[in-house]
């Protein structure tokens, strides 16, 4: 099993389109552009148009998987719905589908007189991509290079940022991944980035970091104490948000080990060991 989900992420790593998405205006007297970035199942986007110094805020109000051609070797289709706030406020709303190697059925409906702008995306291929993502979560402009570099950035006011290096990337051949979820199980969303590991590149190590609803900043996961676990490292994270445990797997020599932990005084406790199925 984990043999086939890993040849699968390597063909998803290989042809995805890389974001951000640049989108024009179709049929409009001044026409407009604007890149627009987004990360897992929607969260943490915003748009910024071409001349603008300023971003908007989109809050995700729809996320929709179409695997019904996948019987036939067909792609995923992944429909997003987005509302643009502006001073708290929603000003209107983003819709969007990406394919495989293609965003579409992209358009923009003003609020205050129901317009609808359609939008094309926008593929410059004079341009190399620069390998920068970015996301704005919890007021915060989170940026990290998916290949290039392993600067991460965290900017929460003009003057008030938090830079660190992410771990390397060893092999050109693999990207690094940024998953946004909830990894303490509080109720607010964390952020995730993962790299495939140092020796065969079959599961990937993960770094977490953890927002503090009340510092409003982000701290990186104390990783636990590894001594009775069978993978040392934050391993293919797995959440159960029903026990409220994270799970790490890896492989050991011919066998794939799973480790399961949970949340103790704040801090990640081991639970139990054994075979991954």
Same mark, same amino acid.
């Given at each position: 099993? $984990?043999?086939?989900?890993?040849?699968?992420? =390597?063909?998803?790593?290989?042809?995805?389109?890389?974001?951000?998405?640049?989108?024009?205006?179709?049929?409009?007297?001044?026409?407009?552009?604007?890149? /627009?970035?987004?990360?897992?199942?929607?969260?943490?986007?915003?748009?910024?148009?071409?001349?603008?110094?300023?971003?908007?805020?989109?809050?995700?109000?729809?996320?929709?998987?179409?695997? !019904?051609?996948?019987?036939?070797?067909?792609? #995923?289709?992944?429909?997003?719905?987005?509302?643009? /706030?502006?001073?708290?406020?929603?000003?209107?709303? $983003?819709?969007?589908?990406?394919?495989?190697?293609?965003?579409? #059925?992209?358009?923009?409906?003003?609020? !205050?007189?129901?317009?609808?702008?359609? =939008?094309?995306?926008?593929?410059?291929?004079?341009?190399?991509?620069?390998?920068?993502?970015?996301?704005? =979560?919890?007021?915060?402009?989170? !940026?990290?290079?998916?290949?290039?570099?392993?600067?991460?950035?965290?900017? $929460? +006011?003009?003057?008030?940022? +938090?830079?660190?290096?992410?771990?390397?990337? #060893?092999?050109?051949?693999?990207?690094?991944?940024?998953?946004?979820?909830?990894?303490?199980?509080?109720?607010?969303?964390?952020?995730?980035?993962?790299?495939?590991?140092?020796?065969?590149?079959?599961?990937?190590?993960?770094?977490?970091? /953890?927002?503090?609803?009340?510092?409003?900043?982000?701290?990186? =996961?104390?990783?636990?104490?590894?001594?009775?676990?069978?993978?040392?490292?934050?391993?293919?994270?797995?959440?159960?948000?029903?026990?409220?445990?994270?799970?790490?797997?890896?492989?050991?020599?011919?066998?794939?080990?799973?480790?399961? $932990?949970?949340y103790k005084n704040g801090n990640l406790v081991w639970l139990r060991s054994g075979e991954a199925e």
């Amino acid at each position: 099993m $984990y043999k086939a989900l890993f040849i699968v992420v =390597l063909f998803f790593a290989f042809h995805i389109k890389a974001q951000p998405f640049t989108l024009k205006s179709v049929g409009e007297k001044k026409p407009f552009s604007l890149e /627009i970035y987004y990360g897992t199942k929607g969260k943490g986007a915003f748009v910024q148009y071409k001349g603008r110094k300023g971003i908007i805020p989109l809050k995700i109000k729809s996320y929709k998987i179409d695997d !019904s051609q996948r019987e036939y070797g067909q792609p #995923d289709f992944t429909s997003y719905v987005w509302d643009e /706030i502006v001073d708290g406020k929603v000003n209107g709303t $983003y819709y969007l589908t990406e394919g495989l190697r293609d965003v579409f #059925d992209v358009k923009y409906i003003r609020k !205050s007189d129901s317009k609808a702008f359609k =939008l094309k995306f926008h593929e410059d291929k004079s341009e190399e991509y620069d390998g920068v993502n970015r996301f704005f =979560l919890h007021h915060a402009m989170i !940026s990290y290079n998916t290949f290039y570099n392993n600067l991460l950035t965290i900017k $929460y +006011f003009e003057n008030d940022q +938090f830079k660190t290096e992410l771990p390397d990337i #060893d092999s050109p051949n693999f990207s690094r991944h940024a998953i946004i979820d909830d990894y303490n199980f509080d109720g607010y969303d964390d952020i995730s980035f993962s790299i495939p590991d140092a020796g065969m590149g079959v599961y990937r190590t993960f770094t977490v970091f /953890i927002f503090d609803p009340v510092t409003k900043k982000f701290k990186k =996961l104390k990783e636990p104490d590894f001594s009775k676990a069978k993978c040392s490292c934050f391993c293919d994270l797995k959440l159960d948000k029903v026990k409220k445990e994270i799970s790490s797997a890896c492989r050991g020599g011919a066998r794939w080990w799973k480790d399961v $932990y949970q949340y103790k005084n704040g801090n990640l406790v081991w639970l139990r060991s054994g075979e991954a199925e």
